[in-house]
Nanobody, 126 residues
């Protein structure tokens, strides 16, 4: 079955960096739309970054220029490099995956995925 396991969360001070990983199994990794979402305390879940099957990245405006999403098809692992972290980045971060036959996908498509990890917590202190 599909499994997504996040790791790499932790506590950092504002301005610091973290690298999240999501190790995947059970589906065609290279042919899937994948992304990172987060849910802060008392907030709705929001999309952070997405990477299309062809490797095209997309970012939320709030993280552009500071976060980088990437994937390693040989390791079936998705990454999120987070730099210049701000306290508002404090949240539980989830990865999601949804197979597709197309080279591109949308955030709405990924939001409807039934495949989600359990989350990894990021805390940024000021």
């Amino acid at each position: 079955q599909v499994q997504l396991v996040e790791s790499g969360g932790g506590s950092v001070q504002a301005g610091g960096s973290l690298r999240l990983s999501c190790t995947a199994s059970g589906y065609n990794f290279s042919g899937a739309c994948m992304g990172w979402f987060r849910q802060g305390p008392g907030e709705e879940r929001e999309g952070v970054a997405r990477i299309d099957p062809d490797g095209t990245p997309m970012y939320a405006d709030s993280v552009k220029g500071r976060f980088t999403i990437s994937k390693d098809n040989t390791k079936t692992t998705l990454y999120l490099e987070m730099n210049s972290l701000k306290p508002e980045a404090t949240a539980l971060y989830y990865c999601a995956a949804k197979p597709t036959v197309w080279p591109h996908c949308s955030g709405a498509y990924l939001q409807k995925s039934p495949f989600w990890g359990q989350g990894t917590r990021v805390t940024v202190s000021s």
